[in-house]
């Protein structure tokens, strides 16, 4: 039987981050969409998404970052508190 994936936008108008400088922005910001896009594939669409809602306003909560990581690990770490958050 062929699953149809549910086809879903998710359109993040702002994401504030502090502490980071903007050379790392347009990085972190790939990361992040790629790593999304992975655990949704993956984890599947959380709850509420998944019956057509919206989601005004989510707090990703807090992580901690090691000095000098990298822009693509930091974009993964916001994934996964953003993604962990839609289940909050």
Do not use: C, W
């Not at 400088?21 to 992975?38: F, K, T």
């Not at 594939?41 to 005004?56: F, I, K, M, R, Y």
């Not at 990703?60 to 970052?65: A, L, P, R």
């Amino acid at each position: 039987m062929d699953m149809m994936r549910p086809n879903i936008e998710l359109e993040i108008d702002e994401l504030v981050l502090h502490g980071f400088g903007a050379i790392d922005r347009d990085q972190i910001g790939l990361a992040v969409q790629q790593e999304l896009s992975r655990l949704l594939a993956d984890g599947g669409v959380p709850g509420a998404l998944g019956q057509g809602g919206e989601v005004s306003r989510l707090d990703g909560g807090m992580f901690n970052v090691t000095a000098g990581a990298k822009a693509e690990v930091v974009g993964t770490q916001i994934a996964q508190s953003i993604y962990g958050g839609f289940g909050s």
